[in-house]
């Protein structure tokens, strides 16, 4: 069985590399110091509610995420959203395109 503790510093360490983020980077992001976000990797320490939102906020993912069995589920899913979106994106763009050739250079 997963502590809480284990979960949150697998999860933790996974998003922060998912973003290419180093500690010390993540860190200054939630304003604190590199050897604190170490201590929450390996452990050692266990943050605060605040600090645990402040370092979902910056790994750019929901709170509860931190503490998910099935990270990898959660980033393809994540993943597949942002490809349906460009992909909508792309569509949208064409048919604009295809809109103002009509409307402007009917003869």
Known sequence: MTSLRQLLASNLRENRKRLGLSQEK???KVNTAAAYVAKIETGRQFPSPEMLERLAAALE?????LFSK???????????RKEISTDIEH?????????????WYKE
């Open 26 to 28: 993540l860190a200054a």
């Open 61 to 65: 993912i929901d709170s509860p995420e």
């Open 70 to 80: 099935e990270p990898m589920q959660i980033a393809s899913v994540r993943k597949l």
């Open 91 to 103: 569509i949208l763009a064409a048919r604009l395109c295809e809109f103002e050739r009509n409307f």
